[in-house]
């Protein structure tokens, strides 16, 4: 069974830095064709996707590459955001997901975390 | 960047066919994946490269791509099928999402 759990601080200042964890079990980031993503979802808003880690590459949202970090910890099945500069219009719940490489076509989600709502205010 | 519309909402009586369109700039030539977001809950993965299912996805969901417009289509929508849905694709080794639509099963 795939589960993913995300973690981290559900309030942050502006201009703080956050660092989220998501917790994985099931599968291993070790093998070829999978990936552990984050994707946020401002309240009431559409999805939008954040960053992307495989075993040997990552990669990132263009508009926000400057501010965002992807790390794995294999060991621990744990991959870390990091998010700098926050800012109220980064208020949003945070998911963590699992990305495979089908055989032909495009990676997919198809695990999701439950989310994990930060909320940027002073 | 490259960009999907949807339409914000789509109704549909329950039993008949909701069909939820998707358009970018010659999607006919990029997968699209589809995801339903029930309220309150995570995003799941209902079609992914067009037209697969995943393991557990009822056979009423399916999709298509074509031209400019890909579309998910449920056939004999049922109540539990409101919710939002969003579409997505890759490009340029980045991820993009649509804006989402909310289908009301009326």
């Known amino acids: 069974q795939i589960t993913l759990k995300e973690s981290g601080p559900t309030l942050v200042k502006p201009t703080q830095t956050v660092t989220l964890t998501c917790t994985f079990s099931g599968f291993s980031l070790t093998t070829s064709g999978v990936a552990v993503g984050w994707i946020r979802q401002p309240p009431g808003k559409a999805l939008e996707w954040l960053a992307l880690?495989?075993?040997?590459?990552?990669r990132y949202s263009p508009s926000l590459r400057s501010r965002l970090t992807i790390t794995k910890d294999t060991s621990k099945n744990q991959v870390v955001l990091t998010m700098t500069n926050m800012d109220p219009v980064d208020t949003a719940t945070y998911y963590c997901t699992r990305s495979v490489t089908p055989a032909y076509g495009p990676d997919y989600f198809d695990s999701w975390g439950q989310g994990t709502l930060v909320t940027v205010s002073s | 960047s490259y960009e999907l519309t949807q339409p914000p909402s789509v109704s549909v009586s329950p039993g008949q066919t909701a069909s939820i369109t998707c358009s970018g700039d010659?999607?006919?030539?990029?997968?699209v994946c589809w995801y339903q977001q029930r309220p309150g809950q995570s995003p799941v993965l209902v079609i992914h490269?067009?037209?697969k299912r995943p393991s557990g996805i009822p056979e009423r969901f399916s999709g298509s791509n074509s031209g400019n417009t890909a579309t998910l289509t449920i056939s004999g929508t049922q109540a539990m099928d409101e919710a939002d849905y969003y579409c997505?694709?890759?490009?340029?080794?980045?991820?993009?999402f649509g804006g989402g639509t909310k289908l009301s099963v009326l």
């Open positions: 010659k999607l006919r030539d990029k997968y």
């Open positions: 997505q694709v890759w490009d340029s080794s980045t991820v993009v």
């Open positions: 490269e067009d037209t």
């Open positions: 880690i495989y075993w040997d590459d990552r």
